[in-house]
């Protein structure tokens, strides 16, 4: 069975930084690109960034360019958000998201609700 | 950035009824057309990828269609599990983009 279990979410100051995690289980990670998508509270789906199978090659929507970086671990068949700078609308739960045909996942995690408030 | 707009913006139907779900895109996306399901407190569920293909498990009345910059999404007899707000995105380009959503909701 896939799993998609994202971590690391919680309150944070505006300015400040958090790391969030997705690990993957039930396919093979080093094999599929891996997205991240965000849902402001009440709001649509937006795409953050995304990270082709081996890690060389990354996207950033233009709102988090700059201050988000994406990696992952094939060892440990994880994947990350580096998030800095956080602004309030930043405040979002966060996707972790990936499938057979990139750019239409059909894996999901359950999300990972980021507030950022001070 | 393309810019996917969805109509309407609500759907008000019962069970058994049809419905149709409209997608346009500010260009042409070819036919990379993407069609989600999304349940209040559930994370998306991927319907339909490139305008037509239904994903694993998705039932056969679900349907997609169009080309370029118009495409729907057709229901074709609701069931009590289909309404839910329902999202379209395009993976022609980065950044890839959602439309704003459709809510099928029990008239």
């Known amino acids: 069975e896939v799993q998609l279990v994202e971590s690391g979410g919680g309150l944070v100051q505006p300015g400040g930084s958090l790391r969030l995690s997705c690990a993957a289980s039930g396919f093979t990670f080093n094999s599929y690109w891996m997205d991240w998508v965000r849902q402001a509270p009440g709001k649509g789906l937006m795409w953050v960034s995304r990270i082709n199978s081996d890690g060389s090659s990354t996207s950033f929507a233009d709102s988090v360019k700059g201050r988000f970086t994406i990696s992952r671990d094939n060892a440990k068949n994880t994947l990350y958000l580096q998030m800095n700078s956080l602004r309030a609308e930043d405040t979002a739960v966060y996707y972790c998201?990936?499938?057979?045909?990139?750019?239409?996942?059909?894996?999901w995690g359950q999300g990972t609700l980021v507030t950022v408030s001070s | 950035e393309i810019v996917l707009t969805q109509s309407p913006a609500t759907l008000s139907l019962s069970p058994g009824e049809r419905a149709t779900l409209s997608c346009r895109a500010s260009?042409?996306?070819?036919?990379?057309l993407v069609w989600y399901q999304q349940k209040p407190g559930q994370a998306p569920r991927l319907l339909i990828y490139?305008?037509?293909n239904r994903a694993t498990g998705i039932p056969a009345r679900f349907s997609g269609s169009g080309s370029g910059t118009d495409f729907t999404l057709t229901i074709s007899s609701l069931e009590p599990e289909d309404f839910a707000v329902y999202y379209c995105q395009q993976r022609s380009n980065w950044p890839l983009t959602f439309g704003g959503g459709t809510k099928v909701e029990i008239k």
């Open positions: 998201a990936s499938g057979r045909v990139v750019g239409a996942p059909d894996y």
């Open positions: 260009q042409s996306v070819s036919s990379y």
């Open positions: 490139d305008t037509s």
